[in-house]
């Protein structure tokens, strides 16, 4: 009894279409005592009776079809299992979420439209840290700005990001590979196509929707900043002071706009090298898992 309950519950376990198969070939078997493919055929697929089969739960019956090894057995431990389902998460987006999609599209063309890029950085976010750059060198500003963003993102990510969402995806499609693996093995060609058709409506657009719903929010304050920054130094609005920056195998560079690796200009240099930085120690200060959880 407690082999047949096994073996029941790991085909339930795959899902209720497994379930189903067994009661069909269960009411056969009680109605008939042997049970043939051409009695179940129109309620479950080749690849379904295959797997009742090699469970061992069907077994030949000298040439006249096939048996339940364990009716009763079987049929008390369909009553008590239950098939595998997955937890709903709500990944859809609010009405906020949405707007702050926009808002962070409106941002991004900024960058190519000069007078979007004059209203938005010098009408606007310049009336907050001009006061600050009046005050404080540049290099200090641009430092000051990189750990407002850094501890942003962490906050952000430590609040808004599941991480069991991805961790639950690659599960599932991990267990669908491994199926696909072993009906290969048993050459069950139309146990392959079902799996890989379920392993397509499973890759949904929704997961990837929820993981990057906590990027708007951060990209809403750290766009703003870069943009600030970009209007600053290539739209000619930094003073520079004369003061030469020294960096690690590039030595002193006087300007802004140096190039100092390749064609990446100083600027975007020392702001990616403070923002990634401090990131990465408000990530470590405030324990925030930002990779699938067991990964």
């Known amino acids: ?31 008939k005592g042997t049970v043939s493919w051409g009695d179940v055929s129109d309620d479950l697929s080749s690849g379904e009776w295959g797997r009742l089969i090699e469970s061992g739960l069907l077994v030949d019956a000298d040439g006249d079809g096939f048996v339940l090894d364990d009716p009763e ?7 008590e299992a239950e098939p595998a389902e997955s937890e709903e998460k709500d990944l859809s987006w609010s009405r906020r979420d949405k707007l702050a999609g926009l808002g962070v599209l409106l941002l991004f063309l900024a960058y190519s439209q000069q007078g979007l890029r004059d209203v938005i950085a010098g009408d606007g976010i310049n009336l907050v840290l001009g006061p600050l750059n009046a005050t404080l060198p540049f290099h200090v500003v641009v430092l ?6 850094g501890l942003w993102t962490a906050v952000l990510q430590d609040n808004m990001m599941d991480t ?12 669908f590979k491994e199926k696909i693996e072993e009906a290969k093995e048993r050459g069950d060609d139309e ?4 799996l890989r058709q379920e392993q397509m409506e499973e890759m ?7 993981q990057f719903r906590p990027m708007v929010w951060i990209m809403l304050l750290t766009i703003p900043v870069f943009l600030w920054i970009y209007w600053m130094v290539l739209d000619g609005h930094v003073i520079e002071t004369g003061t030469a920056m020294v960096l690690p195998l590039v030595g002193e ?3 802004w706009q140096t190039a100092v690796v390749g064609p990446i200009q ?30």
């Open 1 to 31: 009894m407690a082999k047949t309950e096994r073996r029941v519950e790991d085909l339930v376990g795959d899902g209720e279409e497994m379930a189903d198969a067994l009661s069909a070939v269960l009411a056969v078997a009680d109605e």
């Open 73 to 79: 057995g079987v049929r008390e431990a369909l009553s």
């Open 144 to 149: 000051i700005l990189a750990l407002a963003t």
């Open 164 to 175: 069991s969402i991805m961790s639950d995806y690659q599960e599932t499609q991990q267990e």
């Open 191 to 194: 146990r392959v196509k079902e």
């Open 204 to 210: 949904d657009l929704g997961v990837f929707k929820a």
């Open 253 to 255: 560079v006087s300007t």
């Open 266 to 295: 100083l600027w975007l240099v020392w702001y990616f090298v403070c923002s990634l930085s401090f990131s990465q120690i408000m990530r470590k200060a405030l324990n925030v898992q930002v990779s699938p959880t067991g990964t």
